[in-house]
Nanobody, 127 residues
Framework: VQLQASGGGLVQPGGSLRLSCAAS????????LGWFRQAPGKEREFVAAIGWNGRSILYADSVKGRFTISRDNAKSTVYLQMSVLKPEDTAEYYC?????????????????????WGQGTKVTVSS
């Protein structure tokens, strides 16, 4: 599967932004999907994940209550709705996919089975 992220930009603190990640070349609903981010000078970190059918969802503590991950299997797209954005949310955001093939029972473990990454989309939160 190939992933294409979009939707980044410049937003003021407290504002909102929605990222999209469109998939092609694979069976979209066979994958668990997630968002990661990497700020300048820092390591890439997990942001959110969603199971193949949308029923299982995880968030990093730093974004819980502010970000919402969702997916539309008919459109082969995963979204990250970001609200109440803070300057510390500034980063390059990446989507990633891991096949839901029974290799791991918990969604949290999908990070160890990632097979595809999208290119980053830059989010800058600044006044």
């Amino acid at each position: 599967v190939q992933l294409q992220a979009s939707g980044g930009g410049l937003v003021q603190p407290g504002g909102s932004l929605r990222l999209s990640c469109a998939a092609s070349g694979g069976t979209f609903n066979a994958y668990n999907l997630g968002w990661f981010r990497q700020a300048p000078g820092k390591e890439r970190e997990f942001v959110a994940a969603i199971g193949w059918n949308g029923r299982s969802i995880l968030y990093a503590d730093s974004v819980k209550g502010r970000f919402t991950i969702s997916r539309d299997n008919a459109k082969s797209t995963v979204y990250l709705q970001m609200s109440v954005l803070k300057p510390e949310d500034t980063a390059e955001y990446y989507c990633a996919a891991a096949p839901d093939d029974g290799s791991y029972p918990k969604l949290a473990d999908f990070v160890y089975y990632l097979k595809a990454w999208g290119q980053g989309t830059k989010v800058t939160v600044s006044s």
